[in-house]
């Protein structure tokens, strides 16, 4: 098991070392390789930091718990993404263009051109935070999955994850991360299938699959017994809550910027073929292994639902295939956590500094020291990692998707009005999750909203100031 797991790890390694050759010196090379990544390569890095250690540990263990109702997780997240995307992911990139500037909040603050003092690096700050949560849960779960399969103490496997995802960010910024999500990205898809037809063949196919999962009571339910409101209406709700979910994608700098990596604005439809085709395959898969885990694991009470994937890879495969599939998981933590990363120091050099940083030793020292912020957090941390996941990824949507919506559609709201929309959305989503409603709706869904009609109020408020940049 351990051969083929550090062999895996070995070759990611090298593929990220390995991209150092292409690199230059340069924020702009460390931050979007120079926009210069072909669409493919996009689409694989964008897939793989979406596909976090949450499908693996997080997907899984609440599938496990739900049963079929989980499908309505899967269907509403992939619209909501695809529903987004369409609208914003080609104007994203040609705002890119347009501008010197090499962040998500950089792009977002001069998006009709001129500065503004306050947005930029309040975007930067609120990104820092949430980010860094995001990438701590990441390291907990590469560190939960080796703690199951090789009895690793839960730090090692922090320290482990924290240590690869320095070397070969150190060594090649974005383009190594990119580089490293595709082949993790392949990793993944192969790991998680494998999973699939073992787990289907041991239980007798289609059929013997269902007459087990028929015996839980209410698993193949198709809504949750505790919705928020009674019948059709509250499984619509359910449903275009976690839509709202999958719109969110919008609002994550890690991955909206891979998207601003692209070498030309005209691949973009290129770029979400990969992106889609990966995901809806990745995401139906972990689905159906988290329903078939519940039949093969009968004990619910008895474990964390989290280590499902794990638990069962161990009593389906030899320990070689039990090392692959180890590997599957690390890949998906360190695929992401790379990006989240990046897009800390980014936040630090670019966002929240007086003065842009240009030196690369710097920013890569900067990377160093979030990285070790973030293996802290993953040491101290107590929460479930699909809890602080989905934390992390409503407060950034809640915060950042209602501006970005609004400049795609030229609303030209002034940096105060675009201020008091963030933290509106920021302070809705945190609110409503404090009362314990997100439970019943994704928080994200008022967040989203509330921020929207605030800059729907005062979507002409910066107009004049707009208009003399331009």
């Avoid at 001129?114 to 779960?141: D, E, H, T």
């Avoid at 595709?182 to 990793?187: I, T």
């Avoid at 159906?288 to 039949?295: I, N, Q």
Wanted: net charge neutral; proline share 3%; aromatic share 14%.
């Amino acid at each position: 098991m351990i051969i083929s797991f550090i062999l895996f790890l070995a070759v990611f390694t090298a593929i990220g070392l390995f991209s150092a050759k292409k690199s230059v010196a340069s924020r702009h090379d460390y931050y979007l390789a120079s926009s210069s990544i072909r669409p493919w390569l996009v689409g694989l890095s964008a897939v793989a930091t979406n596909n976090s250690g949450y499908m693996f540990i997080g997907v899984i263990g609440y599938t496990y718990v739900t049963g079929l109702a989980s499908i309505w997780l899967m269907v509403g997240w992939i619209l909501g993404d695809y529903l987004a995307s369409t609208f914003v992911h080609s104007r994203l990139r040609r705002a890119t263009e347009k501008c010197d500037e090499v962040s998500y909040a950089g792009v977002l603050s001069h998006w009709y051109g001129g500065k503004s003092k306050a947005l930029q690096p309040i975007i930067g700050l609120v990104s820092l935070i949430f980010l860094l949560a995001y990438a701590s849960a990441q390291l907990v779960a590469g560190s939960k999955a080796l703690h199951v399969l090789l009895e690793w103490p839960l730090w090692a496997g922090a320290v482990l994850g924290a240590v690869l995802v320095t070397a070969y960010c150190f060594a090649g910024g974005i383009r190594a991360s990119i580089w490293t999500d595709a082949a993790q990205s392949s990793v993944m898809i192969f790991a998680m299938g494998i999973l699939l037809v073992f787990a289907l063949i041991g239980l007798g196919g289609f059929g013997g699959a269902i007459e087990k999962m028929s015996a839980v009571d209410g698993f193949l339910d198709l809504f949750p017994k505790d919705l928020a409101l009674p019948g059709l209406a509250g499984g619509a709700l359910f449903a275009v809550a976690w839509m709202f979910a999958g719109f969110s994608v919008i609002g994550q700098p890690h991955i909206m910027v891979r998207f601003m990596t692209l070498d030309d604005s005209d691949n973009i439809r290129i770029a979400r073929m990969w992106y889609y085709s990966w995901f809806t395959i990745f995401y139906a898969m972990a689905t159906a292994v988290g329903m078939l885990a519940r039949v093969y694991l009968t004990d619910a009470a008895s474990f964390d639902a989290e280590l499902a994937l794990p638990t069962m890879a161990q009593e389906l495969f030899s320990p070689f295939f039990v090392g692959v599939v180890l590997a599957g998981i690390f890949a998906a933590t360190m695929s992401t956590a790379d990006s989240l990363i990046l897009s800390c120091s980014a936040a630090i050099t670019h966002d929240l500094m007086p003065r842009n940083v240009e030196k690369t030793l710097l920013i890569k020292l900067v990377t160093l020291f979030v990285t070790l912020m973030a293996l802290l957090w993953a040491l101290l941390n107590k929460e479930s990692v699909f809890s602080l996941v989905i934390l992390a990824w409503s407060g950034l949507a809640s915060a950042f998707s209602p501006l970005l919506i609004g400049l795609c559609l030229k609303w030209q709201p002034s940096s105060k009005v675009s201020i008091f929309a963030i933290f509106l959305g920021l302070s809705v989503a945190l609110f409503w999750r404090l009362m314990g409603w997100h439970s019943a709706v994704y928080e994200g869904l008022p967040g989203i909203l509330s921020g929207l009609l605030l800059l729907y109020l005062g979507r002409y408020s910066g107009k004049v100031e707009a208009v003399k940049y331009e």
